[in-house]
Nanobody, 115 residues
């Protein structure tokens, strides 16, 4: 059974940094793509950043230049380095892993940025 587990969320002041981690376990496949999404209260879930198994990346315009996504294929783990955080980055951050033709979501990790 595939499990996707996020970690690294927390509370920081504006301008601070956080690093999120997400590990997908229980599959013999290397994740085709992995990504981070976020959902703020009253808003729809949105893509933050995604990365393929060969390292191609995609970022939301709102985080370009501030966030960096990376991955370790051997561990089916993806990271999100978040710098210069803003209050509008406050949200529940979810990890998604595409494995063996299916998509798997984590439970989310809260990021709160205070002004």
């Amino acid at each position: 059974q595939v499990r996707v587990v996020e970690s690294g969320g927390g509370s920081v002041q504006a301008g601070g940094s956080l690093r999120l981690s997400c590990a997908a376990s229980g599959s013999i496949f290397v994740a085709n793509s992995m990504g981070w999404y976020r959902q703020a209260p009253g808003k729809q879930r949105e893509l933050v950043a995604a990365i393929t198994s060969v390292g191609s990346t995609n970022y939301a315009d709102s985080v370009k230049g501030r966030f960096t996504i990376s991955r370790d294929n051997a561990k089916n783990t993806v990271y999100l380095q978040m710098n210069s955080l803003k209050p509008e980055d406050t949200a529940l951050y979810y990890c998604k892993a595409n494995l063996g033709g299916y998509s798997y979501w984590g439970q989310g990790t809260q990021v709160t940025v205070s002004s």
